[in-house]
């Protein structure tokens, strides 16, 4: 079992940045590729990002695509969520979440079904 823990959002003016971090418990977690999701009020959770298992390889939504980096340290059981030039639009819960398995770019890693635990979220707020 993997319990996931999110932490560093909060509320930043358009143009700004901020670093999420999602700490995870549990043996398993270098043996699984990981994922971010956000989700808007009134609105279905979205995939940020996933990277592998040995951090070589990371894939992400157009919508972030040069803006966000996701990365991870095996060592400290932690995967982060680099946000750079921040929108309004960017505003949302964000998730970290842990897949059953190695495989980080196939069509099951950009839909929440994809995956098998997750963080209760972090609030992101990009506004002036």
């Known amino acids: 079992q993997v319990q996931l823990v999110e932490s560093g959002g909060g509320l930043v003016q358009p143009g700004g940045s901020l670093r999420l971090s999602c700490a995870a418990s549990?043996?398993?977690?270098?043996?699984?590729?990981m994922g971010w999701f956000r989700q808007a009020p009134g609105k279905e959770r979205e995939f940020a990002a996933t990277?592998?298992?040995?951090?070589?390889?990371?894939y992400y939504a157009d919508s972030v695509k040069g803006r966000f980096t996701i990365s991870r340290d095996n060592a400290k059981n932690t995967v982060y969520l680099q946000m750079n030039s921040l929108k309004p639009e960017d505003t949302a819960v964000y998730y970290c979440?842990?897949?059953?398995?190695?495989?980080?770019?196939?069509?099951?890693?950009?839909?929440?079904?994809?995956?098998?635990?997750w963080g209760q979220g972090t609030q992101v707020t990009v506004s002036s």
């Open positions: 549990g043996r398993t977690f270098s043996s699984r590729a």
């Open positions: 990277i592998s298992r040995t951090a070589g390889s990371t």
């Open positions: 979440a842990a897949r059953p398995g190695t495989i980080y770019s196939d069509y099951g890693s950009r839909i929440p079904a994809g995956y098998e635990y």
